[in-house]
C-alpha cells in the first residue's frame, strides 16, 4: 500500500481497528482526492503512531477506514515550548505553522504589555497546527493553549522548566547560554513593539531564565521564532 494523502485522525487506532470519518473528512478524501474504497491512506492520531489504513466504505456524508499495516513509531517532539505574542492573522499561522514543523511540543499564545492583538482564534490555530503535522510527516500534535498573559504565566511558572527569552536588546548574549541537551525548555518571543522594561526585569530576575540576542538585525516576530527554534534545536534539541 502506498498513502498519498496523510490524515489526523482522534481516534484509536491498531491491526484491523475500523476508523469512522467525519463528513468534512469524508469531503477530503472522497470528494476533493477523489479517493474509492481499496485506496490507502496514512493515519495518525498523536498516541499510536502512524499506520496505513484502506477505504473499506466511502460516501458523500462519511465514510470507514480500515487500519492494515503499522508504518511508523509514535515519535514526540522534545520537550519545548514556544510562547509567543499574537501577530497579524496571516503571521500569527506562519508561526504556528513552522512551531509544529520544527518539533515544538507545546505552542503558547502570549498577552505582552506590547502586544497588538487581544484575541486569537484557538480553534483555528490548532486546526493550523493538524494541518501542519499531516503535511510535515509528524506523527505528534502540538497543543495550542489560549491566549494568557505573560504576567500570570511567569508567575505559575515551573521551577523545573528553563525558559529562554529571546531580546533584541541582549547585544553579545548568544546560544551558547543554552546550555547541554535535554531536560524542559520554552522559548518566548517578544512582541513587534519588544519587551517592556518591566518584562525584561522580571524576566532577567527568574532563577530559570536566560536571555539570549538572534544576531545583529532587528526580525519580525514570524522570523524570530523560526530562528530561535533553530538555534534551541541545534544547542539543546533532537537535532544530531
Request: proline share 5%.
Amino acid at each position: 500500500m502506498d498513502a498519498k494523502v496523510r490524515l489526523f485522525i482522534d481516534h484509536p487506532l491498531g491491526a484491523g481497528q475500523p476508523v469512522p470519518l467525519t463528513r468534512e473528512q469524508a469531503h477530503y478524501l472522497f470528494s476533493v482526492m477523489r479517493m474509492t474504497e481499496g485506496g490507502a491512506v496514512a493515519l495518525f492520531n498523536g498516541r499510536d503512531g502512524e499506520w496505513l489504513a484502506e477505504v473499506s466504505e466511502a460516501g458523500k456524508r462519511g465514510g470507514t477506514l480500515t487500519c492494515v499495516t503499522h508504518s511508523r513509531p509514535l515519535r514526540m517532539p522534545p520537550d519545548v515550548w514556544l510562547m509567543f505574542a499574537p501577530i497579524k492573522k496571516a503571521r500569527t499561522d506562519f508561526i504556528v505553522e513552522k512551531a509544529v514543523e520544527m518539533g515544538a511540543a507545546r505552542i503558547l499564545p502570549v498577552q505582552t504589555a506590547f502586544t497588538n492583538s487581544e484575541r486569537i482564534r484557538q480553534d483555528r490555530l490548532q486546526a493550523h497546527a493538524v494541518e501542519a503535522a499531516e503535511q510535515c510527516g509528524a506523527t505528534y500534535v502540538p497543543e495550542v493553549a489560549e491566549l494568557q498573559k505573560l504576567d500570570r504565566l511567569l508567575g505559575d511558572w515551573p521551577a523545573d522548566r528553563r525558559l529562554v527569552f529571546c531580546d533584541e536588546a541582549a547585544a553579545g548574549e548568544s546560544a551558547a547560554a543554552l546550555g547541554p541537551r535535554g531536560g524542559k525548555w520554552a522559548i518566548l518571543i517578544g512582541p513587534e513593539g519588544g519587551f517592556a522594561e518591566a518584562e525584561r526585569t522580571r524576566l532577567r530576575a527568574m532563577d530559570t531564565s536566560c536571555r539570549i540576542a538572534l544576531g545583529p538585525r532587528i526580525l519580525r516576530a514570524d522570523t524570530a521564532a523560526v530562528a530561535a527554534l533553530t538555534l534551541w534545536q541545534m544547542s539543546c534539541g533532537d537535532w544530531a
